[in-house]
């Protein structure tokens, strides 16, 4: 056999393909769901914890800033791993899917309020005076005046930060959610061959690549928005 | 076109600065400013930079908070417990050097948002309100355009009309042409000299010189945080008494 | 809550950990010290190239670039430990975890160069060359110096990530932090060394975190 043969043979087996392709699209389904799940309520979370840190409540502020300082410096791995073995030895019994969606959530959560505050912060004082001064109250100027600038700031960041987390769920094969890779990793081993791990890294591309290039127009757009 | 008011009323200012001071740490801003602004009355406010007009213009709807003294709207104190501040500053119009338009909205929204947020009007009514506010200051054909589309003087003419919407008793101009290219003055002045003829009490922080002294009703000179010398335009520019507001007229007006 | 404490913070089985912890300390660290010049390396040669004026360089490596965006570290990983050996080249797990994030961090730091160099100002460069400096030396005294000061907060950011994106080794078995503090709790059946480990993990990180959201360039690339 020539190498190329030889290298179809291995990476790009029809067979094999054909017979593993539906568990990895079954995985891909698990992979959407679940980056899904994770970037709406994480940003929604992260939201809604930057406007609570626009009140300024001593107390609530430090909480916040401990939240999503520990979340931001722990490696994803390590938190799932924590939560996944732990909790069930105190009583408490979550599904791996579960967990990986709680995990993830709230990283995306930690890392979008840091965002989400530093635009709040960045929009100009003059913005808050006006508002404030045709007689607006705080909540309505944060939210009616103040917000909307602020998003427009934050989206380039946190569609590369959601980009980072989502392909992050390939981390639940170590605790067994049926993603894409856990997929291809048990077809890989079932059948002695790499092609399923081929065809996961190929549906990996295939779902992110779009989003890596739209993350890439939306920052040149916003980049001339600032100009 | 004599703009100066007839029968100022002082028993009843619309407008009261009692014992004002202000101190940023410790630099004193304010060091004692009493002033009465009567009904319909324009005064116009100039000095130094760094003679405290902004501060006293900003103290005045408590974008500052005065570190002592009183500021009273028609007699009554805006300060205090009982005062709700965010109704106190719907009658209290405020227009900004920088505008301060919200960028996100169009001219409309710009001048509705308050109207629907804290009043609490109706789309329907707001926009109407809107639209004749926008109708006053030339800009009625603009409605739905963004400040980005708009040049310097059209936006702060929207910033006027945002607060003129609200029918405030008085409005506050903190120096609303200095960050205008020189040919869009023009446009912002006409529209003040409209709101003069219309009878709104008027409170302005400039150095637009020739409007002071055809449409002002009184010219204050502060320096250092305090009231320096006042008076009607004709005798502040013609003969001043004190030495300093000379030598700050000559500056400024060049001669 | 006794439960918690007894499963989450058992110093006993702590302090028994500690001794392998601190040995995955070192891996990690050999890890990093392997991991982030290559990536800064990689990082600059993407940088230029996605920035070429000629399309053959500029398109390839603009596709290089975002493909290693889009596929997830761990796959690139498993696919670079489990994968290749299928066409003869046996890799250590280290020479494995060298290799995918070679990949993977070149992209990314590829990218935060590419917006320092865009971020000088091409007239930076003609101001450079009209003295009669050539394109590399332009580039190394007077672009990238001034490229690099531009986007220094995101490099830091993006150097967290890389430290933080070594725990992956541990599912290659490289005897990193995460690797030993899973052998000892899969022994104790206590999770209290992964407690450990990231405590470790926070010691180091925790700081560097606090110092990305001082400099507020939060707004910047990821």
Redesign the interface.
Known sequence: MSQWERFVDTFLNRAVLAQYAPDILKGVWVTIELSLMIVVIGTFLGTVLALIRAYEIRILTGFIVVFADVFRALPPLVLILIIFFGLPNAGIFLSSFLVLFLVLMLILAAFSEEIIWAGITSVDRGQWEASRSTGLGFSQSLIWVVLPQAMRLAIPPLTNRAIAITKMTALGTVIGVPDILNQATTAQSFSGNASPLMLAAMAYVLLFLPLVIMSRWLEHKFAWRKA | MRGTTCNLDYDLPTLELRGLHKSFGQLDVLRGIDLKVAQSELVFVVGPSGSGKSTMLRCC?R?EEPSAGEVLLEGVSIAGARVDL??V??R???V?Q?F?????LSARKNVT??LR??QGLRKKNADEIALAALDRVGLSDKADSYPSELSGGQQQRV?IA??LA?EPQVMLFDEPTSALDPELVGDVLEVMRDMKSAGITMLVVSHEMNFARDAADRIIFMDQGKIVEQGPPKEIFEAPRNERTRVFLSRVMGS | MEKIIEQFFNIEIMVAAWPTILKGLGVTTLICIAVIPMGLAGGLLAALGSGARRRLVRWPTIAFVDFFRSIPPLVLLIFVYAGLPFTGFRLSPFSAVVIAFFLNNSAYYGEIFRAGIVSVGFGQTEAARSTGLSYAQTLLYVVLPQAVRNVLPDLLSNTIEVIKLTSLASVVSLAEILYSAEMARSVTYNASPLVLAAGVYLVFLWPMVRLVSRFGRVLGHD
């Not at chain 2, 301060?100 to 996100?104: E, S, V």
Request: aromatic content about 8%; charged content about 10%; glycine content about 4%.
């Open positions: 709807n974008l965010n109704t500053r719907q209290i119009g405020m900004f920088a301060n338009l919200y960028p996100h948002l308050a947020k804290v910033a945002r607060a609200l």
